[in-house]
């Protein structure tokens, strides 16, 4: 099973295999297919796996089978998903309203799947010793946008850390996980302070948190989970508790509101026309708690999986979430609005 930990450049995956199919065999014996995936940098590693697993077992069938698998970020994927670009978008959160809009626009009809569970992890260099955890509203008062030149050092967040400076970290506006932090924290998407430093790649944001020791910053729990070593986890305090983001608290809800679903969504009329996208989404669903176990995430119950690939075999399409992120939905409300889907 590949690594979440490799090297993420290099993203035309089929390449090699294509060049060594075509002098092997003639272009006229095997069909030419390509499948084309975009979105989420948190679900990416999932879907790439999914994706050189799937290559492994249609070697000798198709001349591509997926020309390319990109991460520009939830929200630059689903633009150019509902421009009928790419076939599949890898996102971390639900599709919103306006994206919603310009689907229906370009008459683009999408079949959306959950394919499994994150928790957005507040992360903090190893170096530093006297933060163990946080509260929601300290993580307000530090990243709302009034904090911007002004909440600069830690004993402003809290009095008993010491007088020194802090540095923010975190991903791009094109990230569904800024859309869901700010969401979930700030009860307003998109309200955040400026003045960190954002990347949409979070091996990077790992890499520049593990060489700052005032770090502050957030991402993905795969990205956390395979980085122990790296980075420390920040446990979010709540009243007479402090609850670590864990495979249990993700999965029994204790780690609301910052757990949350991860999807891919399918183009209707693409998985239609092109029977491999229908094998590959097949694969990747029957397959799901197995891959999205590997890339450090939290499968969903059986029941998910199930509904999930009625979902597909019957061709729903549009969205349980009426165009927004909904980051109280607990897992069995969400399941319940899967199964009335």
Known sequence: MANIKRELSGLTISALMVA????????????????????????????????????????TKYTAVVSDIQLSGTTAGFEKFCQGET?????????????MEACDQTGVRYTE??????????????????????TLDELKKVWEPNAEGKITHWNQIRESWPNQPINLYGPGTDSGTYDYFTEAVLKKEGAIRND?????????????IANDPNALGYFGYG???????????????????????????????????????????????ASQDKPLLREFVHFYLENAPEFV??????????EG??????????????????GQSQVELSLDQLLKKEAAF
């Open 223 to 269: 990205y956390y989970k395979f980085n122990t070593n790296q980075v420390k986890a920040l446990a979010i305090k709540k009243e007479n508790e402090s609850v670590k983001a864990t495979r249990y608290n993700i999965k029994w809800d204790q780690y609301r509101p910052l757990s949350r679903p991860l999807f891919i969504y399918v183009n209707l009329k």
């Open 87 to 99: 076939d599949i978008n890898n996102a971390s959160r639900p599709i919103h309203d306006h994206e």
């Open 305 to 322: 999986y199930k509904l999930a690939k009625q979902h597909f075999e019957t061709g729903k399409v549009g969205t349980v979430f009426e």
């Open 20 to 59: 060594t199919l075509s002098a092997c065999r003639s272009v006229d014996s095997i069909e030419t297919t390509q499948i084309k995936i975009d979105g989420s940098s948190t679900v990416y590693p999932i879907s790439r796996n999914v994706v050189e697993e799937f290559e492994a077992t249609q070697g």
């Open 293 to 302: 176990s590997s890339g450090g995430y939290v499968p969903l119950p059986q």
């Open 113 to 134: 799947l959950i394919i499994g569970l994150d928790a957005i992890t507040i992360v903090i260099n190893p170096e530093n010793k006297f933060a163990q955890d946080i």
């Open 196 to 208: 960190y430093t954002a990347n949409k790649n979070p091996n990077i944001l790992v890499e520049k």
